[in-house]
C-alpha cells in the first residue's frame, strides 16, 4: 500500500514550457486534490476532484488545468509555465460521503523551480 | 466562508518542555478539524482530529488538542517536547465535503 504517489519529484522548467506532475493512490479514495505551498502562505487549493469525472477550481486555479483520468490518477498541467508557478506541489486524497472522515493523504511532494 | 489563523509563525522550546500552538477557526456550524505535521521535504500527516464528542482528542506521538467553541480554538498540546517534534504544524478546518481550509503554519524549532 503505496499510499499517495507523486511524480516527478524534482523538476526545473523554463519559462513557457509546460509539463505535467502526476498523482496516484491506491486507497480507494473518491476524492483528490492539488495544493501548492509556498513560504509562509502555508497550502493553497489549486483544484481537487469530488469523483471521478468531476473537477472544480480551487483558490488559486489560473495558469493550471487537471484531468481526474480515473478513480487513481489525478494529474495538473502546466501548459505554460511562469516564475511565479515556482513552488512545491502536493496531491491528496480523501474519502468523503462518509460521517468522521475527511481526512486528507498526502504526497511527498514535487518541487518546480521555473526560471 | 471557513477560515483558520495560526498565530504564531515560529515557536521555539527546549527539549523536554511543554508546548501549545495556537488555532482559532471561522466556521458557521460544527466544523471537522485536523491538525497536520510536515517534517522537512516530506508531505503533511495526520496527528489528529475532531469531529464530535468529547473535545478532548488524542493523537499520535503525544500530542492531544482541544476543542473549544466558546473561543473558536483548536490548540495542539504536547506535555514534553523531543528533537524530533522540531517540524511545521498546520491547522485545518473542515465542512464535512472533503475540501479543508489550511493555516499558514508555526514552525516549530526545539533546543537542546
Known amino acids: 500500500n503505496a499510499g499517495v504517489t507523486q511524480t516527478p519529484k524534482f523538476q526545473v522548467l523554463k519559462t513557457g514550457q509546460s509539463m505535467t506532475l502526476q498523482c496516484a493512490q491506491d486507497?480507494?479514495?473518491?476524492?483528490m486534490y492539488w495544493y501548492r505551498q509556498d513560504p509562509g502562505m502555508g497550502l493553497r487549493l489549486i483544484y481537487y476532484s469530488a469523483s471521478e469525472g468531476t473537477t472544480d477550481k480551487g483558490e488559486v486555479p489560473n495558469g493550471y488545468n487537471v484531468s481526474r483520468l480515473n478513480k487513481r490518477e489525478f494529474s495538473l498541467r502546466l501548459e505554460s509555465a511562469a516564475p511565479s508557478q515556482t513552488s512545491v506541489y502536493f496531491c491528496?486524497?480523501?474519502?468523503?460521503?462518509?460521517?468522521?472522515?475527511?481526512?486528507?493523504?498526502f504526497g511527498p511532494g514535487t518541487r518546480l523551480t521555473v526560471l | 466562508a471557513q477560515s483558520v489563523t495560526q498565530p504564531d509563525i515560529h515557536i521555539t522550546v527546549s527539549e523536554g518542555a511543554s508546548l501549545e500552538l495556537r488555532c482559532n477557526y471561522s466556521y458557521g456550524a460544527t466544523p471537522y478539524l485536523f491538525w497536520y505535521v510536515q517534517s522537512p521535504g516530506q508531505g503533511l500527516q495526520l496527528l489528529l482530529k475532531y469531529f464530535s464528542g468529547d473535545t478532548l482528542v488524542q493523537g499520535i506521538k503525544g500530542f492531544e488538542a482541544e476543542f473549544k467553541r466558546s473561543q473558536s480554538s483548536f490548540n495542539l498540546r504536547k506535555p514534553s517536547v523531543h528533537w524530533s517534534d522540531a517540524a511545521e504544524y498546520f491547522c485545518a478546518v473542515g465542512a464535512g465535503s472533503g475540501k479543508s481550509t489550511f493555516g499558514d503554519g508555526t514552525t516549530l524549532t526545539v533546543k537542546p
Open positions: 491528496a486524497s480523501s474519502e468523503t460521503g462518509v460521517e468522521g472522515t475527511d481526512t486528507q493523504y
Open positions: 486507497m480507494n479514495h473518491n476524492s
